[in-house]
């Protein structure tokens, strides 16, 4: 998870309403990264990279499938830790199985929120299911804030209604849109949410001045804010927009994950599944899990060895927060 992107994005400009400018979107493109493990999936990340490591609190987007479980063999990630996030699961299509250290055992099915807080130290596995043939969704990773990021172990479920508004159907899994609020409590304000375009469709969403956003398309063509984002593009715009006009520009329904939030002043540093703030945070993490101390539990119910952490790298890992530019 310490890759970043080498390219910059692309910065997309179109024509506003009523002849006013259109919000700047800066398009991030998405990069293959090989999951580790016996049985190794590719996912496209999209955040963090250089151009950017947080969209709100927002700090890892990983975009996967549709996979044939036959063919790939499907997602078997054995017990590994966390601390200093949010854990955000969202399927399309298949399920899989969640353990935790805090007892949970839950799965993971289309448009069925699972969020597991790890602060100071969590450990889980994942595991799709028997039943599974095609396997296709987000994983997302939400960083804490510094006043919360040695919180206690959480985990939640939750089940939105889908919304209709415009040309849209939307399932709002974390903060509010259209109308509707996910009960699901956050550390700082976000907004997540899975959107259903209709075929040649035009929706204008009313979204917070004070968040800046990111749209990942998965299938179709989707015009944001003028700007034409492609499957597995994360598109950008910063705060200070009322709205959002989004535009299906196919024949057929196209599908995205608006994400939200206030901008994360926080630097943080990331590697492997660790978001501390320091060289030292990450290390002492490492230590733990490789002593197997009681700061991550135990995973109860999987069959197999827990991940050994890789080696940490021969330099200082260092904090980042967003580059400023524009």
């Not at 996912?43 to 700090?59: E, F």
């Not at 060289?279 to 999987?302: K, L, P």
Request: proline share 8%.
């Amino acid at each position: 998870m310490t890759d970043v992107e080498v390219n910059p994005p692309a910065q997309r400009h179109a024509a506003g309403d009523h002849g006013r400018p259109a919000p700047q979107v800066d398009v991030l493109p998405a990069r293959d990264v090989p999951l580790g493990g016996p049985r190794a999936m590719t996912v496209r990340r999209t955040l963090p990279q250089r151009a950017r490591t947080l969209i709100g609190a927002w700090c890892f987007v990983d975009h996967y499938g549709p996979d044939d479980v036959a063919d790939t063999g499907g997602m078997d990630v054995a017990p590994h830790p966390h601390i200093g996030l949010q854990t955000v699961s969202w399927l399309f299509s298949g399920e899989i199985e969640h353990r935790d250290s805090l007892g949970s055992h839950a799965f993971v099915r289309p448009g069925e929120l699972n969020l597991m807080t790890g602060g100071h130290g969590i450990s889980h596995s994942e595991v799709s299911t028997a039943g599974t043939t095609i396997l296709h969704g987000v994983q997302l990773w939400v960083a804490l804030p510094e006043e919360h990021r040695h919180t206690g172990r959480d985990f939640r479920h939750h089940v939105p209604s889908p919304v209709r508004t415009g040309g849209a159907e939307i399932s709002v899994f974390l903060g509010s849109l259209a109308g509707d609020t996910s009960p699901v409590p956050t550390f700082t304000p976000l907004l997540g949410a899975e959107l259903v375009l209709d075929p040649r469709s035009t929706t204008t969403l009313a979204v917070r001045t004070d968040f800046e956003h990111g749209l990942l398309v998965d299938q179709g063509d989707v015009r944001m804010a003028g700007t034409l984002l492609r499957p597995a593009e994360l598109g950008y715009v910063g705060t200070g927009n009322d709205t959002l006009t989004l535009v299906n520009e196919t024949d057929a329904p196209a599908r995205a994950v608006l994400l939200g939030g206030t901008p994360f002043e926080e630097q943080i540093a990331m590697w492997w599944n660790f978001i501390g703030r320091s060289h030292e945070d990450i290390v002492e993490a490492r230590q733990a899990w490789e002593d197997a101390s009681d700061r991550f539990g135990t995973v109860d119910g999987y069959d197999g060895a827990r991940l050994p952490a890789p080696a940490l790298p021969n330099a200082t890992i260092t904090p980042r927060k967003n580059p400023t530019h524009h």
